[in-house]
C-alpha cells in the first residue's frame, strides 16, 4: 500500500512521472514516422520503477484512469508541441483495458484532442492481446470502432502472447500488429521463431494489417525481418526510449 500512496502523490507531484518515447522504424530504412510512449516513474526515494510494476498497482488501487488520463494529455500535448515544430511523427499510447471500460475514453481523448488542436490520425492506440480477449470485449470492439472511425490508428500489442483465438481479428477493427520480443530474440537462428514470424508476416498481410517487430537488437534480426517483408520495426538495435527532446535530437534527417 505505500507504493500505491506514493503513486497517488506522484500524480499530483510534478516531475517524478515521465513520459520517454521510442522509435518506430521502417525496416528497410530506418525511417521513423512513429514513436510509442512509455511511461516512467521516477520514485523520489527507490528510483526508476518499472510500468510493468505500478501500472497493475494503479489498477488494483482505483488509480488507472487518473494515471491514463496524465499519459494521454501528455502525449497529446508533446503532439501539440511537435506538430509546432514541424515535425511529423504519429505517437502511440498504451491503453489499458480498465481505461477503455470505465470512465469515457472516447470523450476524454477527443476533448483532449480539441484543446491542443492535434488531429486524431497523430495519436494511436496500442491494446495488449488481452484486451480484446476481455469478457467486455462487445464493448470494447465497439469503442475501438468508433476511435477508428474518428482517425486513430489501433495496434494490438504483445500479439502473440495472448493465448487467443485468432478469431478476434475478423472482427475488430485492427490496423497493427506488435509481433512480441519473445518471437525476435532468438531469431534468426531458432527454426520455431522463424516459422512464426513468418506466418504472422503472411497473416497481417492477407487482413490487410501492418506488423512491426518489437525488441529487434540486431543487425541480424533486422535483416531477417527485411528480407521477409517486415515493413516496421522497433528495437534497441535503432533506438532506446528516451526523453522527447533527445528523440528529436537522435532522429538525423531519419524523420
Ligand atoms: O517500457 P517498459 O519495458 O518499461 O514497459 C513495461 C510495460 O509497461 C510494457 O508492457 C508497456 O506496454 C507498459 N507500459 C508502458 N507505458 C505504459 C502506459 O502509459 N500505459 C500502460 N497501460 N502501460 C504502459
Ligand atoms: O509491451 P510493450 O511493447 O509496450 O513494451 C515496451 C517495452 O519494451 C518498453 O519497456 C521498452 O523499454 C522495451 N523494449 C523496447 N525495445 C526493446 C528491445 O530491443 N529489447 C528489449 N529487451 N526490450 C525492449
Ligand atoms: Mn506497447
Ligand atoms: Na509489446
Redesign the pocket.
Known amino acids: 500500500l505505500g507504493l500505491a500512496n506514493d503513486l497517488r502523490a506522484a500524480l499530483e507531484s510534478h516531475g517524478q512521472l515521465q513520459l520517454h518515447y521510442?522509435c518506430q522504424h521502417q525496416a528497410s530504412t530506418g525511417k521513423v514516422s512513429s514513436v510509442?510512449a512509455?511511461l516512467r516513474w521516477q520514485h523520489p526515494l527507490r528510483g526508476p520503477v518499472?510500468?510493468?510494476d505500478f501500472v497493475p498497482l494503479a489498477e488494483r488501487h482505483g488509480l488507472m484512469l487518473r494515471l491514463g488520463n496524465w499519459v494521454l494529455r501528455e502525449a497529446v500535448q508533446q503532439q501539440a508541441n511537435w506538430r509546432r515544430a514541424g515535425h511529423r511523427l504519429c505517437i502511440w499510447v498504451?491503453v489499458s483495458a480498465l481505461q477503455l471500460i470505465q470512465g469515457n475514453f472516447e470523450a476524454s481523448l477527443a476533448a483532449l484532442l480539441l484543446e491542443y488542436d492535434v488531429p486524431a490520425d497523430s495519436i494511436g492506440l496500442?491494446l495488449?492481446e488481452s484486451v480484446l480477449l476481455d469478457e467486455r470485449a462487445g464493448d470494447i470492439s465497439r469503442r475501438l470502432a468508433t476511435l477508428r472511425s474518428r482517425g486513430h490508428q489501433i495496434a494490438v500489442?504483445?500479439f502473440g502472447t495472448g493465448y487467443s483465438s485468432l478469431s478476434y481479428l475478423k472482427d475488430l477493427p485492427v490496423d497493427k500488429l506488435?509481433l512480441?520480443?519473445a518471437f525476435i530474440?532468438s531469431l534468426p537462428g531458432e527454426r520455431s521463431d522463424a516459422a512464426i514470424t513468418m506466418a504472422v508476416l503472411a497473416m497481417a498481410k492477407g487482413l490487410g494489417m501492418e506488423m512491426i517487430a518489437?525488441?529487434?537488437?540486431t543487425a541480424e534480426q533486422r535483416e531477417y525481418l527485411v528480407s521477409h517483408g517486415c515493413g516496421w520495426i522497433?528495437?534497441?538495435?535503432f533506438s532506446?526510449?528516451a526523453p522527447a527532446a533527445d528523440v528529436i535530437e537522435r532522429l538525423n534527417g531519419y524523420e
Open positions: 521510442q510509442e512509455l518499472s510500468p510493468a498504451n496500442e495488449t500489442d504483445d506488435k512480441d520480443r530474440r518489437e525488441g529487434v537488437e522497433q528495437g534497441f538495435y532506446r526510449p
